[in-house]
Every structure is written in structure tokens, then in C-alpha cells.
């Protein structure tokens, strides 16, 4: 009895400690050019810092990589028990967003090989954030015609696919109009990440759609976690005194650009001003103008929350399958991103990327909302589903009132009573 009680105990002893060293090494490697600056702040404050204070566990690591001109690593620390995350957050407010060019192809190419070097037991999550531009800085041997960056950038992408590591990637809106040095390339930003997310098997996140409060949430989909047994000083952070006052002479340069900006734009009263927000005006009006799509699966709980509910705006894509897909198939159990759900600016198109699930469709379904679409698992379980515009409840309710008839008093007649005869002209 004595030997079989101890052996429990080593056993036990070894699972837990394999339990306890499964963890999640965070790689995130972000854009610092120029066109970053606008919203680099709520990345920081938003994702990077969430990332750290909240979401990692003991045994975990984050790792801080930047690009511009040139890939750097910024940061690199292991989560322990007595982690002090202090300096660490400190660095991460010293980086801004001022390089001048942005090399893409040598940030994914250093992304690999950084990711590689890390220890392997534990899983990997890549998150890579950035505008999409590729502008290396002039003489650079990465400064090639549009179809070589395409190709250089799928074959490293390639490499990170046969890694099986979790890629998922953000896109900023910090696109620039091309120049004479850049127009050569003649690929967006938005064209290439399309096609990394293509290669990658995931899909693009845009900026824009996400609310600040959930970025890492939809980003990343780690779990807050409770970290009161770090070190107490994280979580009663406060800046050192002399980034107090840089912070108050920051405020005070803000309040005299903002004078000068409400000067200068009073007295110049430039045409071009008035263009360009009625420009970001129209554009808003037209994002707002886009219904989100809702996809309902027969047999499956559809009190799921906004789970199944996402926009697709004209241009963008969003797959559809198992745990990873945007649109879930829970009720049985399907890989993520059997299919996906098109929109070209005129109708809505599903796509089935592994027909093997879809018998009835060897081709794209054209104008798919409203229609059946039926899939069948491994196991050989159908499951049939179907997109629409979604409708809110508080919509439906205003159009079900403006659909009843409004009546006066006066035109109702009581019961029993005799109409009133009309009067003789």
C-alpha cells in the first residue's frame, strides 16, 4: 500500500507540473512608422498594457518586437510570482511612432526568427499590427516591384504556418497616399494583409470596427485573470515624478496648438479643410449605412449573445466553421474555417475553402443571404445554416408600432352607436 500511495503522489506531483509549465509565450510585433502615430496611444494603453496587467499568467512571457526602417526587439520579460511589470510598462510609454519608412518583408522574416528562437513547450501567439504598408527606406535590397513583395512576403508567411503558431493580425488605419518614391511598389496595405491572412489561414481584424474596451478581447480572446498574487506595486502603478512633469508640459504644448490650430483656421478659412472632413464625414455615413450580417444554424441555441453577428463591409471577408472561425458552428463539431462569406460592394457571397464539407457546392454561392447552406462533418452529421441582415429586437418592435394604423378618437365610432349622417351642402 505504502508503494502504491507513493507513486500516486509522484504521479500526481509530474501532472501537475506539466499542467503548471503549459503556457503561452506572446510575440507581438508592432508598426512604429509615422502613420502609426494617431492611434498609438490606445494601442499601448488599450492592448499592450491590458496584455500585461491582466491577461497573462504565471509561466507565461511577452515579448515586445517594433519595425520601421528596421525590425528591433523592445521588450522581453517572464511572468513569475514576483514579477515587477513597473520598468517593463515604463519602457513600453518611451516608444513612439516616428520612423520615417516601413520594411515589412524584413518585419515578418525577423518575426519568424525571433518566434523560433523562443523555448517551444510552451504555445505561441502572434500578433502583428500594422497599416500594411511595405516603404523600406531607399537602397534597401527589400524595395522590390509589387509581385516580388507579394511573393517574398507569402513564402516567410509560408514558414510561419508550418509552425502552427496562432496568428492574428490588426490593421491600422494609417495608409498613406503613394509618392514618387513608394508608387512603384503599386500594392495597398490592405491588398497585402488580405493576402497574409489568406496564406495565414485567419483573418484581418480592422481598427475601426472594435471598441477600445474590447481591442484585446476580439484580438487576442485571453481571459482577464486575477492578478492580486503579483506584485502589489502593479496594480497601485503610478508614473515616476518626472514623467508627471513631461506629462504637464506635454498638456500645456497641446493647449497652445490647439489655439493656434482654431487661429489659423478661423483667419485662412482654407476650402481644403472643409473638403477633406466632409470627406471622413461621408465615409463614416457610409460605414454606419452597412447592416452587420447574422448567420442562424438550424438546431443550434441562438441565445448566444453577438457571437454570430459581424459586419462585413464591401471588400472584407469572414470565415465561417468550428473554434477560430468569425461565424461558429458549434452544434457539432467542424474545423475552423470551412467556408467564408464575401462581400464585393454588390451582394454578399459564400465561399466554401474546403469543399470536402460542402456536397452540395462545387463553386461560390452567389447572393447567399436567405439561402440554405448545408454542410456535413467527418462523422457525417449535416448541419445546415443561413445568413440575413440582422434586425435588433428594439428595431423590430419600432416597426411592428409604425406598422399599426393610427385612428383619431373622433373617426372611431362606439359600439351601438349610429355614424352621423352627412351633412346636406
Known sequence: MKRKAMFLILLLTCLSGLAWSAGIDVVVMVDISESMFPVFDDVVNYLLRDLLENRLHQGDSFHLLSFADSPEKEVQISIEETSDLTEVIDRIFLLKPLGQYTDLIAAVDFLYDYTRSIPEQNKKLILLLTDGIHDPPPGSPNRLESGDV?????????????????????????????????????????????????????????????????????????????????????????????????????????????????????????????????????????????????MKVDSQNPNIGTRNIHSVPPGARRSVGGDG????????????????????GKQYSFVPKKSEYFQDLNKPLADCLGKQIRAVSTRGREVTFHFHEYVSPLEEINRLMRSVPKFHIGDVPLKGATPKAEKKG
Not at 498638456?251 to 481644403?272: N, T
Not at 463539431?333 to 470551412?338: A, E, L
Open 150 to 294: 507579394l511573393a517574398r512576403l507569402l513564402e516567410s508567411s509560408e514558414k510561419i504556418k508550418h509552425e502552427g503558431w496562432d496568428v492574428h493580425i490588426l490593421r491600422m488605419p494609417g495608409e498613406r497616399e503613394p509618392d514618387d518614391s513608394t508608387e512603384e511598389l503599386g500594392t495597398t496595405g490592405q491588398d497585402l494583409l488580405e493576402e497574409l491572412s489568406e496564406q495565414l489561414e485567419t483573418d484581418v481584424l480592422i481598427y475601426e470596427e472594435v471598441e477600445k474596451e474590447s481591442l484585446t478581447d476580439q484580438l487576442t480572446g485571453l481571459s482577464r485573470v486575477d492578478r492580486r498574487t503579483l506584485d502589489w506595486r502593479i496594480l497601485s502603478w503610478q508614473p515616476p515624478l518626472p514623467y508627471l512633469i513631461y506629462g504637464l508640459v506635454a498638456l500645456i504644448l497641446i493647449g497652445v496648438i490647439i489655439v493656434l490650430a482654431f487661429i489659423i483656421r478661423h483667419r485662412l478659412q482654407d476650402a481644403a479643410f472643409t473638403r477633406f472632413f466632409a470627406g471622413i464625414a461621408e465615409t463614416r455615413k457610409g460605414r454606419r449605412s452597412i447592416r452587420p450580417l447574422i
Open 325 to 344: 472561425s468569425t461565424f461558429l458552428i458549434y452544434y457539432i463539431q467542424m474545423p475552423r474555417r470551412i467556408g467564408e462569406i464575401r462581400n464585393d
